[in-house]
């Protein structure tokens, strides 16, 4: 047969060719997994499903970033199993993928933290670190909280927003009794809502509806909250009938969210004077999520 000597055992130059063939599924498996990792988080957030979207970034930089490539790599070198030439080709094929399969289990390497030191300077790399540090660890979501006093009033909405979306908050409330929260009593847990109570009073209205959402939609991270919906209501009560913007969205997205009959009441005071039919349903739904 081809590829073997006359006693039939596989030539150096087949061995050699099986190994690059298993090399080449465990690097093809790899990369089409991490192609679909890609593709799976892209897809999560386009469909709107942030929650979801949030789970799973906090899963890659856990340890999911290995997990990937590797029962990727897994997944080829089982591929290659069938293909190999000898007995003892197919079980090194399986033992390789065992031992890429087993490897994220075992490692679990978390993204490291960026160090302490100097905030970005400049608008942009500010915001882009307020977006990085949202789920990387309670430390640097530590930082963040900083970030909300900063002057720019955009880096400030940007980073009140994070306070409310990132990784202790979101451990917090999706915990469940097979999955309970890590950070159930973590002390930065009281710090986000002093912060986010204390932008209940920013200048800015877009930022006063950024932390009232914050705090409104995570009740098991902080409490009640009374005056989060009280802010919610006023931003109501105050907007002109023909507006659209963002912090209307906000307010009737809490008021769904969540029940509350003064933010309720208010939803409907504001649908009754509004003039686009999308906000007439919207608010209609905030005040009582029965109706159509």
């Known amino acids: 047969m ?3 000597d006359p006693e039939g055992r596989l030539s150096l130059a087949a061995r050699g060719g099986s190994r690059a063939r298993l090399a080449g599924a465990v690097l093809a498996g790899a990369l089409l997994a991490l ?4 593709a799976g988080g892209f897809l999560l957030r386009g469909a709107g499903a942030h ?26 070198a089982l591929r290659a199993v069938w293909d190999a030439g000898t007995p003892g080709g197919r079980l090194g094929a399986l033992a390789l993928a065992l031992v890429l399969a087993a490897l994220p289990l075992v490692a679990r390497p978390l993204v490291p933290e960026e ?15 307020i977006r990085r540090w949202s789920y990387r660890s309670p430390a640097l979501v530590g930082r963040i909280v900083t970030l909300s006093r900063d002057p720019d009033p955009w880096v400030r909405e940007e980073a009140v927003l994070a306070l409310g979306r990132n990784r202790v908050v979101g451990d917090i409330e999706h915990a469940v009794v097979t999955r309970p929260s890590r950070y159930l009593h973590h ?3 009281d710090t986000l809502a002093l ?12 930022i006063r509806a950024e932390a009232a959402r914050a705090l409104w939609l ?16 006023a931003l109501l009560d105050r907007a002109p009938d023909a507006d659209t913007t963002r912090i209307v969205w906000l307010a009737l997205d809490a008021a769904a969210g969540r029940r509350d009959s003064t933010l309720a009441a ?27």
Not at 35 to 38: D, E, I, R, T, V
Not at 116 to 128: C, D, H, S, W
Not at 266 to 292: E, V
């Open 2 to 4: 081809e590829g073997r």
């Open 187 to 189: 002390r930065l847990r």
């Open 218 to 233: 995570a009740p098991r991270t902080f409490g009640p909250q009374p005056a989060a919906a009280g802010t919610l209501a």
């Open 115 to 129: 160090p302490e030191g100097r905030l970005p300077r400049g608008r942009e790399a500010r915001v882009r670190a």
């Open 35 to 38: 192609l679909a990792g890609a």
């Open 51 to 76: 929650d979801a979207a949030e789970r799973y970034r906090e899963w890659l930089v856990s340890g999911g970033w290995l997990a990937l490539p590797s029962w990727g790599g897994a997944a080829g």
């Open 195 to 206: 912060r986010l109570a204390e932008a209940l009073a920013d200048p800015v209205p877009a």
């Open 266 to 292: 208010a939803a409907l005071r504001f649908g009754a004077r509004a003039a686009d039919p999308a906000l007439r349903r919207a608010a209609r739904t905030a005040a009582d999520p029965g109706r159509p």
